[in-house]
């Protein structure tokens, strides 16, 4: 990770966040749609409602279950009668932590009063959906197609709300409900690769195909899948057939990427752990490859004691050459390692573990657990302070730094912080790490369980700022004075 040198290039900054802040006011000046817009949101979902806004960094909007409000941050961009009026970044499409729509939503026509009755007043209606499933117990069609239709529309509600778990949970009731429903398998399939559960969806993608050869979106999945599992040539071949059957172009980015991986590590060894498949440049050393994943297994264990969780499935890491690295992940120069789904790491001229290496093992590791447990849905600032903090980095060097630029109002935003840090100016970067550590810190300094906290309320609130109002009843204003005073009684006490 890159050094910090946190005043200089201040003036730099200070333009940066000039700029950063005009573009969102300019946002919230914009005029809103105002009748049936469409926002798209970066994981797939489309919201369809009335009196669309968009200020202080959330969009919103009227929708039959009740006004919504979203993160400009997940928001990919807004539609008006069918055509784009507002975009923003592009999600990241790197493969195995790929931005893939969600499948075509389950048609259940005639069945709107029964999605309404579900689903109202900005809520699911559990008296409701239990008084479908008392009528679908007796076996009529009719009262299991409407039970079907109640648990599809409160599983929409909740992935449209970001709570991917009780969107899963009831996603699986439909399904048991209907078992041989290709749209249900295909939505049941989707949920659990978002959690990271891709052996589990391969089992429910066989389901579909068997039903509908054809299908297109169940390749797409099966590819997604397979991704995730690390197996490449399956992952390229059920893209391949994915674009045969439909051109996608998602699946086209996907299928690229995977396409460059495989070429690179063609020739590349193997070796494997209890949680980990890695593959490394054959000019690097055995000793190594066996050293890295001894280090990681202890890492393993060490983060899901200290967050409560596992990933389900092996974890894929590459070792590179320097060259190699900056070819397939195109990153930044001040990017010394890479976690999209699979860690990445250059370890050119290394012949052992060194104490570097190890906090770069251990940091990236760090990053697959929290995207797994938040189901990807963790804002960029609490995922790389948590890999910091995992790694044993703190503060001290930087607490007068971050001090001195709070007490001028020149500390960054963490609204500004949620997304991609790809394209942000290296001083900025060195600042967002600064920050980001210090919030972690001073959290873990109040105990723990704050943490835990907060990253189960990132999995299913709106947004990052709510998911803190609702684990430790702080904004992100409040959080940004608590930690300067942490920073401030903890490392700046005079004698």
Same mark, same amino acid.
């Given at each position: ?38 926002? !798209? ?128 949970? %009831? ?71 994915? %674009?045969?059957? +439909?051109?996608?172009?998602? !699946? ?30 054959? @000019? ?5 490859? +066996? ?43 001040? !990017? ?17 573990? /060194?104490?570097?290496?190890? +906090? ?5 590791? @760090? ?115 608590? /930690? ?12």
């Amino acid at each position: 990770m890159p050094g910090w040198s946190l005043i200089r290039g201040t003036k730099k900054l200070r333009r940066w966040r000039t700029l950063a802040i005009l573009a969102v006011a300019v946002g919230a000046s914009a005029p809103a749609g105002a009748h049936a817009d469409t926002i !798209v949101l970066k994981n797939g979902r489309r919201i369809v409602g009335d009196s669309v806004t968009r200020e202080y960094g959330k969009v919103s909007c009227e929708t039959p279950a009740g006004r919504i409000s979203i993160s400009e941050s997940l928001v990919l961009r807004i539609e008006k009668d069918d055509l784009p009026v507002a975009v923003y970044p592009p999600p990241n499409t790197s493969a195995a932590n790929l931005a893939i729509a969600p499948p075509p939503p389950d048609e259940h026509p005639g069945m709107e009063p029964v999605a309404r009755e579900a689903v109202h007043d900005g809520a699911i209606d559990r008296a409701a959906l239990a008084r479908f499933e008392a009528a679908a117990a007796s076996g009529s069609s009719e009262a299991v197609k409407r039970a079907v239709a109640a648990h599809s529309a409160a599983a929409d509600f909740s992935f449209a709300r970001g709570d991917l778990t009780a969107a899963l949970a %009831q996603s699986e009731r439909a399904l048991a409900l209907d078992p041989g429903q290709v749209p249900l398998l295909l939505n049941v399939a989707y949920l659990r690769l978002r959690g990271g559960e891709y052996a589990g969806a391969l089992d429910l993608l066989d389901r579909a195909r068997r039903a509908a050869p054809d299908s297109a979106d169940a390749a797409k999945l099966a590819g997604w899948a397979d991704y995730g599992l690390n197996r490449l040539p399956q992952a390229v071949a059920e893209w391949k057939r994915a %674009q045969q059957l +439909r051109p996608d172009a998602e !699946v086209a980015k996907a299928l690229a990427k995977a396409q460059q991986d495989l070429e690179v590590e063609s020739n590349y060894l193997e070796g494997e752990s209890a949680h980990f498949v890695l593959r490394y440049n054959g @000019t690097a050393a055995p000793e190594l490859a +066996r050293a890295v994943l001894l280090v990681l297994e202890d890492d393993f264990q060490s983060i899901a004691q200290n967050l409560e969780f596992a990933p389900r499935e092996p974890i894929a890491v590459i070792l590179y050459t320097s060259q190699a690295f900056g070819d397939i992940t195109r990153a930044p120069s001040w !990017v010394g390692a890479l976690n999209d789904g699979r860690i990445r790491i250059p370890v050119q001229g290394l012949d052992s573990v /060194t104490p570097e290496l190890a +906090r770069v093992l251990k940091h990236e590791l @760090t990053h697959s657990f929290v995207a797994e447990k938040t189901h990807g849905r963790c804002p960029v600032w609490l995922q790389e302070g948590l890999a910091q903090w995992m790694e044993g980095k703190r503060s001290g060097d930087s607490a007068a730094a971050l001090v001195a630029l709070y007490d001028r109002h020149d500390d960054l935003s963490l609204t500004l912080l949620e997304g991609t840090w790809m394209s942000l100016p290296g001083e900025v970067v060195g600042q967002a790490y600064a920050w980001s550590l210090a919030i972690v810190e001073a959290m873990e300094a109040s105990g723990p369980a704050d943490i835990e906290r907060l990253l189960e309320r990132v999995a299913v609130e709106v947004t990052p700022e709510g998911a803190l109002r609702s684990s430790q009843h702080l904004d992100y204003s409040e959080v940004t004075r608590a /930690t300067a005073e942490y920073l401030r009684s903890t490392y700046l006490r005079r004698p």
